[in-house]
């Protein structure tokens, strides 16, 4: 399975750093596989911006619904965390969702998790992330999102951490599923 495809005119200075394919979950009856992409913000000092695009394969086959999202959307969170801890980013909370739109016309609308949480880099610590995750339904589930630091030393002069949120957003904002 294809991972979804990220839009390249908005990844200019970020690196593809990771392509995996794995099973995501099992609940019951019903497993996930995830296709994924992350990329890498090339030229920042860690911890560094990342997103990503994952495309989810639901088994066996079925038709989004409101009980299989809100399934795929608790999985999602649970999973985003995880890897989050793994990258050395601590002290997650969860703080809030909202529906944002995604550029397909026939997708739904994602709901968007923000999460906010403290990087360990080296010695180091301290340093305040933010993370997005949105989950929406293109014809199946797409799932994108990412993290960047909230420190304003972080960026260079004149760009600060909410211009790294918007870029964020307009990149998940793009995410379609492979043709």
């Known amino acids: 399975m294809d991972p979804p495809v990220v839009p390249r005119d908005r990844l200019d200075d970020w690196r593809l750093v990771d392509e995996t394919a794995e099973q995501a979950f099992v609940a019951g009856p019903v497993s996930v596989d995830a296709s994924t992409v992350r990329y890498e913000r090339a030229l920042a000092d860690p911890p560094r911006p990342f997103c990503f695009a994952s495309r989810l394969r639901i088994r066996p086959p079925s ?87 909230l420190d304003e030393d972080a960026y260079p002069d004149g760009t600060g951490p909410a211009d790294a949120r918007s870029e964020l957003i307009a990149i998940v904002r793009e995410i379609e599923s492979p043709a």
């Not at 890897?83 to 994602?110: C, F, K, Q, W, Y």
């Not at 999460?115 to 293109?138: K, N, P, S, T, Y």
């Open 63 to 149: 038709a989004p619904n409101r009980a299989l999202t809100a399934l795929v959307e608790r999985k999602a969170r649970a999973g985003f965390r995880d890897r989050l801890a793994d990258r050395a980013i601590d002290a997650v909370e969860h703080r809030g969702d909202r529906e944002i739109s995604v550029a397909d016309p026939n997708a739904s609308r994602a709901t968007l998790s923000t999460f906010r949480g403290v990087a360990r880099v080296g010695d180091r610590r301290g340093v305040r992330v933010e993370a997005l995750l949105a989950v929406w339904v293109a014809g199946e589930y797409l799932l994108g999102g990412g993290a960047y630091p």
